[in-house]
C-alpha cells in the first residue's frame, strides 16, 4: 500500500462522526494528485458551530495541533513544509500550490464532513469530563464518578488558544489547605473560592461570577492570577474590560475563563451580556462573533472580575455573584509576588488532584443529591454538595456560607440602588401610591436623596429599572403591579406589607 493510500485510510479512520464518513476514493484522488497534499496529509474536523479545522498528521507535525482551514496559520504552516519540500520554487509558485489545495479542502467540506464538538481547555460529555494538559504527551485527565485518570487516546478534540500553556499532572495526597492558604481571606471566603473552581472544572454552566473586591495591595489580581492559572494556565492570565458587547464575546471565544482585571464599572449592556456568558443563555445570544482567526464557539464562559470597589450592581447579575473581599495586606506578612507564585507552582499538582478528587464525587453524586432550600444557581449549589462528599468533609458547610454570601451581596445591591433606596423612602408613610410611570419619576424626584446618585431620566428608563430591581423591592415587602390601561395611560400601583 503506498505511503499516501495509508494517508488517506488514517484521515478516513479518524473523522468519522455519527453514520457518515469522508469519501475514500475522493480523498485518494486528491491526495495523491495535490503537489501539497501528498506530501503533507491532513485530517479534517467540523466543529458543531460550523467551524472548519485541519490537523497536519505527518511526521513531526502533529505539535501543530488542530488549525482553522482559513487560517493564516495554517497556510504559513503549509508554505513552510511545501517549501521544504520543493527549496528550489519560487514562493509565488509555493503559495499558489498552497491555496489551491485549501481550495481543494474547503471544498471537500461543504460535501463530506459532519460536525463535531471541538473544546477549548475543559470537555464536559455528561457523566465523563476531559481536563487537556496541553503537553507535548498530548495527555489528558479523564474524570468520571469512579475517580481519575491521565490518558493519552482522547475522544473529544481540543484546539487550545494561542496563549495556552502546560498543565501540570495532577498528584494526589493534595489538601482543601494547600490550596486556600494561598489566598488573603477568610476561611468561609476561601471556601467560596474554592466551590467557584470546582465548579469550573466542572466544565458547563450555568457558572457564578467571582467577584474580589479589595484595596490596593490587598493581592486581588494575584489571587485570581492563581485560580485562572491553576485552571486554565496561560501566559496572559489578567484581561482588561473590553468596551463592546462584540469585543467582549471575542474574548470569551479566544478564553476558557473570562478574567476581568481591575474593573470599577459595568454597563448594562456588558452586565447583561456578562449574564448570558455566564449562564447557558438563548441560541442566539450564546454564538460569537468572527474575527479574523477567532473560534466560533458557545460562550458559555466562567468568571472572575477583581476591582477596588463592587462594580457588580444589578440584580440580574448579583444573583449570579459570589463576593469575596480580600483585606490590605500588613507590611509584616507581604511577600513579594514571585515567592506567593512559586508557592502556588510548587502546590499546583497536589491542588489539582484534590480538587479532581471533588468533581469526581460531583459526577458521581449529582444527581442523588437533594438538599434543602437550593438558590437561584441551583445547580452550582447541588454540584457543590456533591462534590463535597470527595472532599473529606471541608466543604460541608458550603451552602450555609453561599447563602449567607448572597444575602449579604443583596443588602450592599439594596443600599446602593437609588431607585429602591427612592422608592422605598416614598413609601414609608403610605400602604399604597397609584398612578402612571411619568409622575412616579416626578414623586421619586422629591424623596430622592441626591447624594446617592441620579435617578433614570425619563419614564421609559425608569419602567426598564424597576423591573431589573424588581426582586430587590420584594425584599423591602414592596410590590409593583400594573394596571389596565385608563384614560390613554397606562397606572401602576405600588403596595407596601407592613409586618
Known amino acids: 500500500m503506498t505511503r499516501a493510500k495509508k494517508a488517506v485510510l488514517s484521515l478516513v479512520e479518524d473523522t468519522v462522526v455519527g453514520n457518515s464518513q469522508i469519501n475514500l476514493e475522493l480523498f485518494e484522488k486528491i491526495i495523491s494528485h495535490d503537489p501539497v497534499l501528498k506530501g503533507n496529509p491532513v485530517r479534517l474536523y467540523r466543529s458543531h458551530d460550523g467551524k472548519d479545522f485541519v490537523e497536519l498528521v505527518g511526521k513531526g507535525m502533529k505539535k501543530h495541533g488542530l488549525m482553522i ?106 489538601s482543601l489547605e494547600d490550596l486556600t492558604e494561598l489566598f488573603n481571606v477568610d476561611d468561609d471566603s476561601a471556601k467560596l473560592i474554592a466551590a467557584s473552581i470546582l ?3 466542572r466544565g458547563m454552566g450555568p457558572y457564578p461570577v467571582l467577584n474580589l473586591i479589595g484595596p490596593q495591595g490587598s493581592t486581588k489580581s494575584t489571587t485570581a492570577t492563581i485560580i485562572r492559572n491553576l485552571v486554565d494556565p496561560v501566559r496572559h492570565p ?58 466560533v464557539l458557545e460562550n458559555n464562559r466562567p468568571i472572575i472580575i477583581n476591582g477596588i470597589t463592587r462594580a457588580i450592581n444589578r440584580g440580574d447579575l448579583i444573583d449570579r455573584t459570589i463576593s469575596i473581599h480580600l483585606p490590605k495586606v500588613s507590611k509584616e506578612d507581604r511577600k513579594t509576588r514571585k515567592k506567593v507564585m512559586d508557592e502556588f507552582e510548587r502546590r499546583h499538582s497536589r491542588i489539582l488532584g484534590m480538587l479532581f478528587d471533588g468533581v469526581a464525587a460531583g459526577l458521581k453524586y449529582f444527581d442523588t443529591m437533594e438538599p434543602n432550600g437550593l438558590p437561584r444557581m441551583a445547580d452550582f449549589a447541588q454540584f457543590i454538595c456533591a ?66 446618585g441620579a435617578l433614570p431620566d425619563n419614564a421609559q428608563t425608569l419602567r426598564n429599572e424597576i423591573r431589573r430591581v424588581e426582586h430587590l423591592l420584594t425584599i423591602e415587602n414592596i410590590t409593583i403591579e400594573q394596571l389596565p390601561r385608563k384614560s390613554g395611560e397606562r397606572p401602576y400601583i405600588i403596595t407596601k406589607t407592613i409586618i
Open 387 to 452: 462534590a463535597a462528599k470527595g472532599m473529606n468533609g471541608k466543604m460541608d458547610s458550603f451552602l450555609e456560607i453561599y447563602n449567607n454570601n448572597q444575602e449579604e451581596a443583596l443588602n450592599d445591591t439594596l443600599e446602593n440602588s437609588v431607585t429602591v433606596q427612592a422608592i422605598n423612602n416614598l413609601m414609608i408613610s403610605k400602604k399604597s401610591w397609584t398612578g402612571p410611570m411619568w409622575k412616579l419619576l416626578s414623586e421619586l424626584k422629591v424623596h430622592h436623596n441626591n447624594c446617592m
Open 238 to 295: 489578567l484581561l482588561q474590560i473590553p468596551k463592546s458587547v462584540h469585543d467582549l464575546n471575542v474574548v470569551a471565544a479566544k478564553n476558557a475563563i473570562l478574567n476581568l482585571n481591575n474593573v470599577s464599572k459595568l454597563s448594562d449592556a456588558i452586565s447583561d451580556a456578562l449574564c448570558v456568558i455566564a449562564t447557558e443563555g438563548g441560541a442566539a445570544n450564546r454564538k460569537l462573533f468572527t474575527s479574523d482567526d477567532v473560534v
Open 199 to 201: 465548579m469550573m472544572f
Open 69 to 174: 482551514l482559513s487560517s493564516k496559520a495554517f497556510k504559513k504552516t503549509l508554505n513552510y513544509y511545501h517549501l521544504s519540500n520543493n527549496p528550489l520554487s519560487s514562493m509565488d509558485a509555493i503559495e499558489k500550490d498552497v491555496n489551491e489545495a485549501i481550495k481543494k479542502l474547503d471544498a471537500i467540506f461543504e460535501g463530506e464532513v459532519n460536525p463535531q464538538h471541538i473544546f477549548n481547555r475543559i470537555a464536559n460529555l455528561g457523566d465523563t469530563i476531559f481536563v487537556n494538559l496541553n503537553n507535548d504527551a498530548k495527555e489528558v485527565v479523564k474524570i468520571t464518578g469512579d475517580g481519575w485518570e491521565t490518558i493519552t487516546e482522547c475522544p473529544v478534540l481540543f484546539i487550545p488558544s494561542n496563549n495556552a500553556l502546560e498543565m501540570p499532572k495532577p498528584e494526589t495526597g493534595g
